[in-house]
């Protein structure tokens, strides 16, 4: 595996839009792991279910994310939409985005946008809109203490590297 910088690359910028599938569909973008410190994977185990961080394990496709462009042009940092390959669905979450909601597969786009950290191929998730409540919100680990660990939209902090992923490109 190789790592590519997601918004920079001619690649993700030239890859083209998808639409929501309950069943895994052509890839017609990158396809990347995202990942936390301690090699953590983002990890769909279903098509509805929680996004969760996993070490390196299941099903084939159920950790890797295909990076499709928004239509109508993208942000500076780049606003993308993040498809399951193994599930064919979108990270998303379901209505109005706040503070500690749950981060799922979803059968629908959900926008986000890359936010540049001060590591190279780390990137916030921050869903787009403005800010919530006075603050703007990330994905990341849920406050709720279980296994696995599920992901949920939380305060913005861009100086905390904890709260940015790394984007490794599959080959």
């Known amino acids: 595996m190789a790592a590519a910088s997601a918004a920079g690359s001619p690649a ?3 890859a083209g839009t998808g639409r929501a599938a309950a ?6 973008g990158p396809v990347y792991t995202i990942a936390k410190p301690r090699e953590q994977l983002l990890t769909l185990e279903r098509w509805d279910g929680p996004a969760v961080l996993l070490r390196a394990a299941g ?3 159920q950790q890797q994310w295909e990076l499709l462009p928004a239509p109508n ?4 940092n780049g606003t993308v939409f993040l498809r399951n390959v193994g599930e064919g669905t979108y990270l998303g979450y379901e209505g109005a985005p706040h503070i500690n909601k749950l981060v799922a597969g979803r059968p629908y ?3 986000w946008e890359l936010r540049d950290d001060a590591e190279p191929d ?3 998730l921050v869903a787009p809109g403005g800010p919530v ?6 994905l990341d680990l849920g406050l709720l203490l279980v296994y696995p660990p599920r992901t949920t939209l ?9 709260q940015a992923w790394r984007f490794t490109l599959e080959e």
């Open 12 to 14: 993700f910028l030239a």
């Open 23 to 28: 069943v895994p569909t052509r890839r017609t």
């Open 59 to 61: 099903e084939p496709g």
């Open 73 to 76: 042009g993208t942000a500076p």
């Open 109 to 111: 786009s959900v926008r």
């Open 122 to 124: 780390t990137y916030h």
């Open 133 to 138: 409540d006075g603050v703007e919100l990330a």
């Open 154 to 162: 939380r305060p913005l902090r861009l100086d905390d590297e904890r």
